[in-house]
């Protein structure tokens, strides 16, 4: 009986206060009352618990789709689990989602679409492959994405969580071995992750933290290319590690004494370059009055009109050519 305790208590851990028909059980009792070797038919029956942690090699579940109390959900080193279950889509209020070390599990289910109230995930260490639509994750401010090296691309719908201030990738993806000799620029992802990433960039207006780790400098570039275009107006950390764009520094068309900037004055650089074409189209379109159609001009267009006038704009050809 102690022995089964002990491995229950490594496999399941709950937050310190708990409600369960409208009462607070302690950590203690709850723990006594999933004493079975099947937990997750024990815990289906805590309809109004809030926080769950799923964690150790032992763990397994059928189903917690009666949970739908909970607001915070982790699940982690849990080597029996090679796929989640459906019913993850009925916890409908959850808005914290942790996944961690679960490297059999190569995808989420579509069912996470409903979770429309998540404001925070986490997915670190596991086999994910893909992952499906989170264009309903509108309320999502925080996606870490970590060491998912199998990881492919990340869903172009990425673009419409406008509500994210901070994105965490770290080794998204395996790299395609260069030619021997070949420059470090060559050397690029297989996956497309970053390159998602890059095109997502200019909806994310409330960004503020993006920490990116194991980047090539074709990696950089792709991010740097968007960052030039759209800088967010909110961004202003780039974690410990930096995004190091001086490096990129030339096919960025950045001036020379750029080699020595960090990565916040390369991005008040960009901005001050973007102010200088929004000044531009606007005095266009004040020049050719009324019936001028620069107002129906996208972005790009006006990168392309800027190149033209400007100079030293080189983004479009840049894109055009990979």
């Known amino acids: 009986m102690h022995n089964l305790m002990r491995k229950l208590i490594s496999c399941i851990s709950f937050a310190p206060k708990c409600e369960n028909a409208g009462h607070v059980i302690p950590k203690a009792d709850l723990e006594h009352k999933t004493n079975s070797a099947k937990p997750s038919s024990s815990i289906a029956q805590l309809t109004s618990l809030q926080e769950l942690v799923l964690q150790g090699p032992s763990c397994s579940f059928t189903s917690f789709g009666h949970l739908t109390s909970l607001v915070t959900l982790t699940l982690s080193d849990c080597s029996l689990i090679k796929e989640l279950p459906a019913c993850l889509g ?38 994910i492959q893909e992952l499906p639509s989170i264009s309903a994750f509108t309320e999502l401010t925080t996606l870490r994405i970590m060491y998912c090296t199998a990881l492919k691309n990340l869903p172009l719908s990425i673009e419409f969580l406008t509500a994210l201030h901070t994105i965490t990738l770290y080794h998204p993806g395996k790299y395609r071995v260069s030619p021997p000799g070949a420059p470090s620029i060559l050397r690029v992802h297989e996956s497309s992750v970053l390159k998602t990433l890059a095109y997502a960039l200019p909806a994310l207006r409330l960004l503020q933290h993006l920490d990116l780790s194991g980047l090539q400098d074709a990696d950089v570039l792709a991010v740097g290319r968007s960052l030039k275009a759209w800088p967010p107006p909110l961004l202003k950390d780039f974690g410990h590690r930096g995004l190091m764009l001086r490096k990129c520094f030339q096919p960025l068309s950045l001036p020379a004494e750029a080699e020595q900037w960090s990565d916040v ?7 001050e370059e973007q102010r200088k074409i929004e000044a531009f189209a606007s005095g266009l379109h004040a020049r050719l009055g009324a019936a001028s159609v620069v107002t129906s001009l996208n972005e790009m267009t006006f990168v392309l009109i800027a190149n033209e006038v400007l100079g030293s704009w080189t983004l479009l050809e840049a894109w055009a050519s990979d």
């Open 90 to 127: 009925q916890l409908t209020r959850l808005r914290t989602l942790t996944l961690r070390n679960l490297v059999g599990t190569t995808e989420l289910p579509i069912s996470t679409q409903s979770l429309t109230n998540l404001r925070e995930l986490t997915i670190e260490s596991c086999g």
């Open 265 to 271: 004055m390369i991005l008040q650089h960009f901005r």
